[in-house]
Each structure stands twice: as C-alpha cells, then as structure tokens.
C-alpha cells in the first residue's frame, strides 16, 4: 500500500516516549514528564488577546499563502531590531511552526542525491527532512571533545561534490551550545569558500544562560546572507507551541519558492494564530526575560543535581535552550530494576518504567552516549524528578561497579 517514502519514515522518537509517558499518566501512573521539548509557560496574554480579537471579528479566512502582510512586516522589523538582520516582508514566509518552515526549506533546496551536513547530536526530525526531501543526511558527531561543536576541520572532512548545506542549530537542543562569533564565523566562511547553502535554525535564540548571546548567521556578511534561510517562530520564546507558528528569512528566490510549495499545501499558517502572534509581538516582551530568569534557576539546579547522581556525567555546560544533556555511560553494563541496560534506550526505559520519571535517549539525537532532561517544567517536578532517578540508582547501582 505504501511508497518508499512513507516506507523509510520513522517515527519521531522523542514524540515517542513523550507519548508512552503521557500514556501512563492518562492511566492515572504518577510519572514525572521531563521529556518535554515546549515551555512550561502559559502564552503570554498579549498573544491570547490578539487571537480572540481575531476570532471576534471575524478575521477567520484564508490569508496569503505566506502570511498576512502585517504579520511579515512585523517580524523583519523585530530581526532588524533585536537580530541586526535586515529583511523585507517578501523576504519572509510564515508557517505552520519553525518544523514546517524546516520542511519547506529542505524541499525546495535539496535535489535527489544532494547532500547536507547535519551535526549529531542533532534535533531528531533534521535527518528524516533531508530523507523526506530526496536528499542525504550526512551526519557529523561531535562529542564532548570539541564542546559539542561542529569544527571547521570535521566540516571540510565531510564535503563531496554533492554538499548542497549546512544545518546548524544555535542553540543546540539537545546539547544547549551556543556558537560564539569566531566559530560561526569560520563555518560560513567554508560555505562561502564551497559554495553552499547554511540553514540556521535559532529558534532558541531568546533562551541562553551565563551571558551567551546568540550571532545569527545572516548577520556575518552580505555573501553569508545571500546563503543563509535563517528559522525561527513563537513556540519557544512566546511559549506558543500549540499555535503552530513559525518562520523563514531567506532570499527572495526561495522564500517565493516555499510561499508557492506552501500554497499548494497548507496554504497561509491559522489566521487566529497570525493575528495572536502578530499582538505578541507588538506587546509587552519581559516576560521573555521572566521565562529566562526562571529557566536558568532550574538550569542551575539540574546541574547541580546531576554532579551528585551517581553515572551521569555533564561533560559540556550548556548555555541555551532548556535541556541538560549527560553522558550515561558509566551505567551501561549495570542492572537497574531486574533488566541489564546496555544502551540508553534501556536506560531511559527502566528510569520511566522503575522511577515514573520520563527522559529522552539519547540515540533518538544521534548520540547513543547520552540521555536528553528536559527541564521546561516546574522547580518541584525538576525536584521530585531527579530525586527519583537518584533513588533508584542508589538502590540499584554499587559506584564501585561503575566503568
Ligand atoms: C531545534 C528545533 N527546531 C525546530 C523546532 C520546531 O518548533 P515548532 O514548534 O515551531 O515547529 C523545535 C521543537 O522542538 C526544535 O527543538
């Protein structure tokens, strides 16, 4: 019945035990979710009014396939003034969430057989896109040795004649890294050297700690720009992810191309959701910086909590998005509540099915080493979470047995 396509799919894995996890709760379980990838927040009631405002008058039809002109107006003056990115409205294309602009970006760039260099560990849905588009997904790993960050060395190492891009997430989920000027800048100047494309998905632009700003890459020079889509939307920094809005800034060739795969897909993104973020983004911001504040406290915590749980190591600090991201390797080999866990999906699956405490392995970001600990929820689940992970491993693991 299927074709090849739907074939090769696979399911989006953190999707998955974010589903089990809520499976068992619905069950009446008492699981502690910190699986989740979406702010705790509520949307802030700017973005609220903005959409019954809408739905009020009647604002309840088609709009242009890339968004209302007021809405794309908006966002090229927030990149012009918070980003230094100068864009024009027709510059910009809104969609269904920063995953459907994704899409759109790797269907109208990669040709059958044409390559983009995706750095592991990697947010899970980058490599099944470049699958999805026709493309190939060259993974790259980087680990704790270079601070999760892709090197201008592994970047060359990786280029055939068929390198079409670069996919950069900065910040990182899962790592949290944020790339620094200098780093960033080596990066397009290779893509400018090989003439590639850099698609730069900075959706967790408004989320970093200890002082880290993020450079977005379209900032690094006309030529950058002329090679750059940058991605970005609400669901993050306007804790709006059940809106479904997200965004393109690309050059005017592609962004007319996606406006015209859009149009004969999903058409416009919700016209009640435009409207809510178009008042999002024209009202009041600090709790943008509220949300901050609040994610850090819990940043800090976890990382205070993982430096006493026996077998998890935090190897990089992360300095952005809302994840912790450690090493577990030590704990494979172990026997934690009746089974033998050899990999992190083992780990993850005693830790949900012994401790109700749901996390993420890290194989579903190309990263078999590592386990993703959401902490977008509140202080007392991030408590009651690690203080059941700690339980069970104490009860279960002898340190000295650790490798
Ligand atoms: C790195 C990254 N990019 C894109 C997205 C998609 O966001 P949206 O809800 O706007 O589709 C996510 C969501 O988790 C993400 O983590």
Known sequence: MLNTRAKNLSPSPTMAIDGRAKKLIAEGVDVVNLSVGEPDFDTPETAKAGGRTAIDQGFT???AAAGIIELREAIADKLRRENGLDYSADEIVVSNGAKHSLFNVFMVLLDPGDEVIIQAPYWVSYPEMAKISGGTAVIVKTDASTGFELTPDMIERS??????????????????VVY???KLQAIADIAVRNNLMIISDEIYERLTYDGAEVVCMATLGPDVRARTITVNGFSKAYAMTGWRLG???SPK???????????????GPS???QKAALAGLKGDRSFITTMREEFDKRRRFAMERLRSIQGFELEVVPSGAFYVFPNVTKLFGQTIGGGKVETTDDLCLAILDEARVAIVPGSSFGSPEHVRISYATSMDKLREGFDRIEKLLTANVATAALR
């Open 61 to 63: 039809k088609y709009t």
């Open 159 to 176: 280029l055939t004649a068929k390198t079409k891009a670069i996919n950069l997430n900065n910040p990182c989920n899962p790592t949290g």
């Open 180 to 182: 620094s000027r200098e």
């Open 247 to 249: 965004y393109t800034a």
């Open 253 to 267: 060739p592609l962004a007319k191309a996606m406006t015209e795969l859009q149009s004969h897909s999903t058409s």
């Open 271 to 273: 016209s009640i959701t």
